[in-house]
């Protein structure tokens, strides 16, 4: 049974595409260029290393696996996470960068109030202060899950008083994106050290694929 047929929030969207992030922390320049070169057939928006992509399921899996077999596992770090079901809106932009569309009616500024539940940021800043304020803010409201990415999770009206906070640091070359997820099992571990995630997650949605799959899809 494959990473993604564990998880149930798969398994109720059938074949549908849906919108999917992918997003790495690779130590090699080289094998970073050639994950994100795999990416850029599917990109739609997003960041130097967050990729927004709308896949089926099982196009999604087949991508990880192809990704999981350009990097080194030992050092870096792949993720993957489904947007949230709720509606339109699970992506919202704290910074003025323009958007790409089919994304782009997807997207919104942060709204006064959130939904609690599960929350994934993503920023990249061009400033070393800049970027240390607002890793300074993160890390102590959210989970560290790769250099610049962090996970929250909890109030809605916490995670606003937070992104407020760090959005006072933002300039207009900045990029801070805030992506809504519907639950636990929309988050997958693709490679790379698991961070302390216990009582937060099922273990189904702690899961890690090994890249000799790839001869199932072959």
Known sequence: M??????????????????????????S??????????????????????HEVILTPLA????SVE????????????????????????IYNLSTQATTPPFAHRMAT????L?????????DITDKDRLRQIHRIA???????????????????ELVATLRSAA??????????????SGADDLWFLCGTVPPLTGLFTRASISTIQPTRRGAHG
Request: aromatic letters at 14%; charged letters at 25%.
């Open 2 to 27: 494959s990473f993604l047929d564990r998880a149930s929030s798969f398994r109720r969207s059938g074949f549908e595409h849906a919108p999917f992030v992918f997003s790495y922390d690779i130590s």
């Open 29 to 50: 320049p080289k094998l970073a260029r050639g994950v994100r070169r795999c990416l850029q057939r599917w990109r739609m928006d997003g960041q130097l290393s967050v």
């Open 60 to 63: 999604a899996e087949i991508l």
């Open 67 to 90: 990704l999981i077999e350009l990097v080194d596992p030992a050092t870096d770090s792949l993720i993957v996470f489904r947007l949230s079901r709720r509606g339109d809106g699970p």
């Open 110 to 113: 942060l709204p006064p109030h």
């Open 115 to 123: 939904h609690d539940g599960w929350y994934i940021v993503a920023y």
């Open 139 to 157: 890390k102590q409201h959210g989970v560290f899950l790769q250099r610049s990415v962090y996970l929250f999770h909890g109030k809605g009206s």
């Open 168 to 181: 006072q640091f933002l300039l207009n070359e900045d990029d801070m994106r805030l992506y809504a997820l």
